[in-house]
């Protein structure tokens, strides 16, 4: 079995024991007869169903139906994960799932992209309706890449390598999978994979801003501070009262986290670095808590029960080594967090347990700051048989007992598994970045 991971946009293959997950079906539609003989264009006349490029184009004319190029899976599914990339400049396609022709209509479900928000939709012959959506940051406004997860009665949904949210249905259970296009459209699809397994709801892909250019991909941001993306990196200015948060919200266990950030001018009191919020139990609002250096530089932890109210701080440290940029890391690793601050761990927090769902660049009152470079990713790589393979903050790829890998079932013991990744950024005199890419 083959899991696929990227890691700062190389792609990386690893070849593991997974007893639990085969592949059911899949095409790059590279070559265009096998495509022909596993698709069936269900539309009206006009439209069309075409393998050109190493893709599959749906052109839709029609101005009331959707139309749907059809797979035939030969067996039922309990569970499974099916993926594609869709690409269309119109909203509206996506990816069809248990699909039944009842003679009188279709029957299934869909999850289609909009603008900026994902929608699963539930189909009778009869009638239509949206049984979940969810805005994201996450979605692009052409190209996505979409996975949907289905076990017992949950529907899971992501876009380009981030969880977006689940919906719970359990009516259909069986069907074929399609990719659809609606009325007077045009889409493009690639790479469609379909699996007997479910999809883990805790890992992302690396995601990195280097601040080049005004892009908002994967950021939802909080508080109403001026910023300004200049001379490559994120100006953020806040007043009295103004708090700065850019978050990636996508649930996180074992993860880390870094960036360089220059302190321009400010009050004494205020502090900028790190924020991760969770939801919970006993309160509808989101928790916030603040991993952060001090405009005085001391190292400071502190907590909100919402992004609107200021925090207050609950761990203070001695002063900060300060440089003219500071790197910060925060690492969360069995339920410890720690802070480092250019290269020295100045505390740890034990006390904030659970699922943390955001994380991100927090900057409080009456400062001026500008970020250089962010990167947050996982440091665990959960397999099947439930083995982790370990992350450090540096490059490596490493499991603290030997992992035994053979698609023929023996047994190999391997001790390190080192794969090529750029990794963290370093920083180097003057505020340029330095790429390090180490193999073994």
């Not at 699996?195 to 280097?210: G, L, M, V, Y």
Request: aromatic content about 14%; glycine content about 6%; charged content about 20%.
């Amino acid at each position: 079995m083959y899991s696929y991971c990227k890691f700062c946009g190389l792609t990386l293959l690893l070849l593991i024991v997974d007893t639990w997950a085969a592949v059911l079906f899949q095409d790059d539609f590279g070559n265009p007869g096998y495509s022909a003989q596993n698709w069936t264009l269900v539309s009206t006349d006009g439209n069309k169903l075409q393998f050109v490029d190493s893709k599959a184009t749906i052109i839709n004319n029609d101005e009331t139906y959707s139309a749907l190029a059809v797979h035939s899976l030969n067996e039922e599914l309990s569970s499974f994960t099916v993926c594609a990339k869709v690409s269309s400049e119109f909203p509206g396609s996506g990816l069809y799932f248990c699909f039944d022709d009842m003679r009188n209509g279709y029957r299934g479900y869909a999850v289609l992209l909009g603008d900026d928000r994902i929608y699963i939709y539930k189909f009778y012959p009869e009638s239509v309706s949206v049984i979940g959506s969810q805005t994201s940051a996450f979605v692009k406004p052409v190209e996505n890449y979409l996975k949907i997860s289905r076990f017992d009665d949950k529907i899971r949904v992501f876009c380009n390598g981030y969880y977006i949210f689940t919906v719970a249905d359990d009516e259909f259970h069986s069907g074929d999978f399609a990719l659809i296009v609606p009325p007077v459209s045009e889409a493009f699809f690639d790479d469609v994979l379909i699996e007997n397994r479910i999809a883990d709801t805790s890992h992302f892909e690396t995601f990195i801003d280097d601040f080049l250019e005004k892009n908002f991909f994967g950021w939802t941001r909080y508080g109403n501070a001026i910023t300004d993306y200049l001379n490559s990196n994120l100006q953020v200015q806040t007043g009295n009262y103004q708090k700065f948060y850019n978050c990636v919200e996508v649930p996180l266990n074992s993860f880390a986290m870094k960036t360089v950030v220059q302190y321009n001018q400010g009050d004494s009191s205020s502090f900028y670095g790190f924020f991760i919020k969770k939801m919970t139990e006993s309160d509808t609002n989101d928790h916030f808590y603040h991993f952060a250096v001090s405009a005085d530089k001391k190292f400071v932890i502190s907590s909100s029960r919402d992004s609107l109210l200021e925090p207050v701080p609950i761990k203070n440290s001695t002063k900060v080594t300060a440089l003219d940029y500071d790197t910060l890391e925060l690492i969360r690793d069995n339920d410890v967090f720690t802070f480092i601050v250019n290269g020295t761990k100045l505390g740890e927090c034990s006390e904030i347990s659970g699922v943390i769902n955001g994380a991100g660049l927090f900057v409080s009152s009456k400062l001026n700051v500008a970020f250089d470079k962010f990167q947050i990713m996982n440091i665990g790589l959960q397999t099947s048989n439930g083995k982790i393979i370990k992350r450090d903050s540096g490059i490596r790829l490493v499991e603290k007992s030997p992992l035994r890998i053979d698609l023929l079932g023996r047994s190999i013991p391997l001790k390190e598994i080192t794969l090529p990744s750029k990794g963290f950024l370093e920083i180097k005199n003057g505020g340029k970045w330095e790429k390090r890419i180490r193999v073994r």
